[in-house]
């Protein structure tokens, strides 16, 4: 079954602290896999995206990897803002599907002061 | 600046009653989608349109209706045979239509908020 599944479901950390959420998957076949930021009451924007041939991209303090071996990636956040307070989604699309993407559940990161 | 506009924000209804969700996109792209997004779970497809006056189900088409008559627009439906509707309704369009292609992630309005009592 193609499955995207995130963790941890929740994280509090401090400003100023680094991060890192988890995403593994059951996608097959693997194209790409993409990070998206949710604030809350709003639509989700895209971070990162990469393909199996890239094993990390960054965006700011925003960094992901990708093991496509594995099928894990990670997004790493630095040097946190309360304005990372927010929920982070791992899409992974399949490949030659018409666009058929699989959603996580997302993880919910709360920075505290 | 280019963007989806949903709208309204929050909507509440009556059960057994209709409901359309509106969006509007200026970004000319040709492809938009409508997703259902309920705590705890990923994003799910209800309705996508590659094309005016073509559009296709998604995973949860059921007791949803869309139409595309025209590029920019793309209302959602939530008719009474939907059983669950309590839900927030994302819109969203990608250019080309494919949004599993690396250069065209989906482009997110920001959502409408459904409760049905």
């Known amino acids: 079954k193609n499955q995207v599944e995130q963790s941890p479901q929740s994280l509090i950390i401090l400003e100023g602290k680094n991060c890192t959420l988890q995403?593994?998957?059951?996608?097959?076949?693997?194209?790409?896999l993409r990070w998206y930021k949710q604030d809350t009451g709003r639509g989700p924007v895209s971070l990162t995206i990469?393909?199996?041939?890239?094993n990390t991209k960054s965006n700011g303090r925003y960094t992901a990897t990708l093991d496509a071996d594995t099928k894990q990636s990670s997004l790493h956040i630095t040097a946190s803002q309360l304005s990372d307070s927010a929920s982070y989604i791992c899409?992974?699309?399949?490949?030659?599907?018409?666009?058929?993407?699989?959603f996580g559940q997302g993880t919910e990161l709360s920075v505290k002061p | 600046d280019g963007g989806i506009t949903q709208s309204p924000k929050y909507l509440f209804r009556k059960e057994g009653q209709n409901v359309t969700l509106s969006c509007e996109q200026n970004l000319n792209h040709d492809a938009m989608y409508w997703y259902r997004q309920d705590p705890g779970q990923g994003l799910r497809l209800i309705y996508y349109s590659q094309i005016v006056n073509d559009f296709q189900k998604g995973d949860i088409a059921e007791g949803y209706s869309v139409s595309r008559e025209k590029k920019e627009s793309f209302p959602l439906t939530v008719t009474s045979a939907q059983k669950n509707p309590t839900a927030f309704y994302l819109c969203?369009?990608?250019?080309?239509?494919?949004?599993?292609?690396?250069?065209?992630?989906?482009?997110f309005g920001n959502g409408t908020r459904l409760t049905v009592t």
């Open positions: 969203a369009s990608s250019n080309p239509g494919d949004p599993s292609s690396y250069n065209s992630p989906l482009h």
């Open positions: 899409v992974v699309s399949r490949y030659n599907q018409g666009g058929k993407l699989i």
């Open positions: 995403c593994n998957y059951t996608v097959s076949p693997f194209s790409n």
């Open positions: 990469m393909t199996f041939s890239e």
